[in-house]
């Protein structure tokens, strides 16, 4: 059983899923990175403030005496607009990358085969093997 798993993990695919999947953790990072310190503040000047706190308030909070507010129900739209602009520069960037790739592979396909004898000459090849008995 420890063969197979080890068979298993050891394929081709799914060494090459686990090296795209950390690639692509790693990538998000950088992104997520961008986003927050490049992409957010310019944003944010045209809202005044940065895009990641804006927030529709429901109902307002209460300052406690540490002077965080406590009881406020808000909509966080900030921060889904910044996970959705992330998203689509990840999205983009991979979509890039394979059809870099799908290209690629076309660039690198075999010529086909050369054609073999013909079933003529084939029946030819037996017809003269007989022959010679």
């Not at 197979?4 to 695919?13: C, I, L, P, V, Y």
């Not at 090296?19 to 990175?33: D, E, I, N, P, R």
């Not at 979509?95 to 075999?110: A, R, W």
Request: proline share 4%.
């Amino acid at each position: 059983m420890l063969k197979e798993f080890k068979d298993f993990a050891m394929k081709g695919n799914l060494v090459d899923i686990a090296v795209g999947f950390v690639m692509g953790a790693a990538f998000k990072q950088v992104v997520t990175s961008f986003t927050g310190g490049i992409v957010s503040p310019l944003i944010g000047l045209i809202f005044n403030a940065d895009l990641k706190d804006l927030k529709y308030i429901v109902k307002d909070g209460v300052a406690d005496e540490t002077g965080k507010v406590v009881g406020e129900v808000a909509v966080l739209y900030g921060d889904f607009l910044t996970n959705v602009i992330d998203f689509i520069i990840v999205a983009f960037v991979m979509f890039l990358i394979v059809k870099g790739l799908n290209n690629l592979k076309k660039k690198e396909e075999p010529a086909p085969a050369p054609a073999g004898p013909s079933q003529e000459e084939l029946l030819e090849q037996i017809r003269d093997l007989l022959a010679k008995k």
